[in-house]
């Protein structure tokens, strides 16, 4: 069965975007690139809110991401080749190849999701990831710790939720970033 994995960027206040809804205090470095891009390439479907989708869609639609470096042309390839699904009640159109737009967050459709496909499930946004955190669906959480304090904003992690975790893996990057890779126990 594959697993459903919650992956985020986070200030150490634990917030995904500031106040006013902006996290360029998130932009990675090379390294970084090459690390998240070999933590996708085994992720061959992505479950995204919408703002999520928003924010990647340009590794699709916006040919320059790509050819400002080829670890972004690698990133930029790998997010192409995964199937999307897209949650959202507002959204009419979608813009990017191998997507699906749902609008309804369906638990027991998850739990057939992972135990039909063979490759673990990445689930982005953390409107969406709080759904799946309270249906009891996530497996893994990948939280990436930006060595910054915004003071509020939307929260990466829900409310309201209770699990313990195992620490699998921690990585610390040259700009201060740490990766750590959580199982839930």
Same mark, same amino acid.
């Given at each position: 069965?594959?697993? %459903? @994995?919650?992956?985020?960027?986070?200030?150490?206040?634990?917030? #995904? =975007?500031?106040?006013?809804?902006?996290?360029?205090? #998130?932009?990675?470095?090379?390294?970084?690139?090459?690390?998240?891009?070999? %933590?996708?390439?085994?992720?061959? #479907?992505?479950?995204?809110?919408?703002?999520?989708? =928003? #924010?990647?869609?340009?590794?699709?639609?916006?040919?320059?991401?790509?050819?400002?470096?080829?670890?972004?042309?690698?990133?930029?390839?790998?997010?192409?080749?995964?199937?999307?699904?897209?949650?959202?009640?507002?959204?009419?159109?979608?813009?990017?190849?191998?997507?699906?737009? =749902?609008?309804?967050?369906?638990?027991?459709?998850?739990?057939?999701?992972?135990?039909?496909?063979?490759?673990? @499930?990445? @689930?982005?946004?953390?409107?969406?990831?709080?759904?799946?955190?309270?249906?009891?669906?996530?497996?893994?959480?990948?939280?990436?710790?930006?060595?910054?304090?915004?003071?509020?904003?939307?929260?990466?992690?829900?409310?309201?939720?209770?699990?313990?975790?195992?620490?699998?893996?921690?990585?610390?990057?040259?700009?201060?970033?740490?990766? %750590?890779?959580?199982?839930?126990?």
């Amino acid at each position: 069965m594959a697993k %459903l @994995i919650y992956m985020t960027n986070m200030s150490l206040d634990g917030y #995904t =975007e500031d106040k006013d809804g902006k996290f360029d205090w #998130t932009e990675p470095s090379e390294e970084y690139y090459r690390f998240i891009t070999n %933590l996708l390439r085994s992720m061959h #479907t992505h479950l995204l809110g919408r703002r999520m989708y =928003e #924010t990647m869609e340009v590794w699709e639609t916006d040919p320059t991401m790509a050819a400002n470096s080829p670890l972004r042309r690698d990133f930029a390839e790998v997010w192409q080749a995964a199937n999307k699904y897209v949650y959202s009640k507002t959204m009419q159109t979608l813009s990017t190849g191998k997507t699906q737009l =749902e609008r309804n967050f369906v638990p027991e459709v998850i739990r057939q999701l992972k135990g039909s496909v063979d490759q673990d @499930i990445l @689930i982005g946004g953390p409107e969406l990831a709080a759904q799946a955190f309270r249906s009891g669906l996530i497996d893994e959480c990948h939280l990436f710790l930006v060595p910054i304090l915004v003071g509020g904003g939307k929260q990466a992690l829900p409310d309201n939720v209770r699990f313990e975790l195992e620490l699998l893996q921690e990585h610390r990057f040259d700009s201060g970033v740490v990766f %750590l890779r959580y199982g839930i126990k």
